[in-house]
Nanobody, 124 residues
Framework: QVQLVESGGGLVQAGGSLRLSCAASGSIFSIYTMAWYRQAPGKPRELVAA???????IYADSVKGRFTISRDNAKNTQYLQMDSLKFEDTALYYC??????????????????WGQGTQVTVSS
């Protein structure tokens, strides 16, 4: 069992930056692929970025070059550095953990554990 707690969300102006954190407890953090998803009102949940236990990363096309996912296994924490934020990045951001195959990294059903979410609001 893994418990995930997100932090770092807030209100920021367009062009600004935020760093989200996700602290994990309860199991061996290093074995899991970690991911950030987001969901805006009326829209489906979408993958923002994921990082495997080996450090491989994938990103949504809409955030490539602006967001960076990372993990610190010693601290059982993953991060999402978000730069050059846009209004359309406004959403509830969720941390997730699982062990999906590389071909299934984008599928939310492949992640066993989810946090409660942290709100990111970008004002235009």
């Amino acid at each position: 069992q893994v418990q995930l707690v997100e932090s770092g969300g807030g209100l920021v102006q367009a062009g600004g930056s935020l760093r989200l954190s996700c602290a994990a407890s309860g199991s061996i953090f290093s074995i899991y692929t970690m991911a950030w998803y987001r969901q805006a009102p009326g829209k489906p949940r979408e993958l923002v970025a994921a990082i495997t236990s080996g450090g491989s990363t994938i990103y949504a096309d809409s955030v490539k070059g602006r967001f960076t996912i990372s993990r610190d296994n010693a601290k059982n924490t993953q991060y999402l550095q978000m730069d050059s934020l846009k209004f359309e990045d406004t959403a509830l951001y969720y941390c997730a953990a699982g062990q999906p195959a590389l071909s299934a990294l984008r599928l939310p059903s492949m992640y066993y554990y989810w946090g409660q979410g942290t709100q990111v609001t970008v004002s235009s």
